[in-house]
């Protein structure tokens, strides 16, 4: 994975950590890869089991690697997202905003997004009425006597 910017040459010790960040995240790409492409053989032949199907090993690392190119995307989608409206994490409207192409998929992240908003706590106090009085009044300015 390339980065803009990226030239490979670095002053002093910090091109060495930057050289090794890069090699440490497409370890775990490729750590991330390897885990999906056995995840996708593991569904896909037990699906095909229950048909009384089989399926060939080329396929299935294809169905694989798409997977992983499109979760890929997504992610730097999300990223841009979050970038773009002026946050440095991600929210779940990010997410949301990422299916626009798929009006099914957006359908249900939406529903599973307000199942996670009914599942949270609480964690706002409300006002109370009293609050709010305080709130609205107008202060009087105040005579200052010499």
């Not at 990223?79 to 991600?90: I, M, N, P, T, W």
């Amino acid at each position: 994975m390339e980065t803009l910017g990226d030239d490979g040459i670095g002053i002093g010790s910090g091109g060495e950590s930057d050289k090794e960040r890069q090699e440490e995240a497409e370890q775990e790409a490729a750590l991330l890869r390897d885990r999906l492409r056995l995840s996708v053989i593991s569904m896909a032949s037990s699906h095909a089991k229950t048909l009384g199907m089989t399926i060939s090993e080329p396929v299935v690392a294809c169905i694989a690697d798409l997977a992983f190119k499109q979760a890929e995307q997504m992610g730097r989608d999300v990223e841009l997202f979050a970038q773009h409206a002026g946050r440095k994490s991600v929210n779940m409207e990010d997410v949301i905003l990422s299916a626009h192409r798929n009006e099914h998929l957006m359908g249900l992240l939406r529903d599973f997004a307000q199942e996670l908003k009914g599942k949270e706590p609480c964690t706002e106090r409300k006002r109370t009425k009293k609050a709010l009085k305080n709130e609205n009044k107008v202060q009087e300015p105040i005579e200052m006597l010499d």
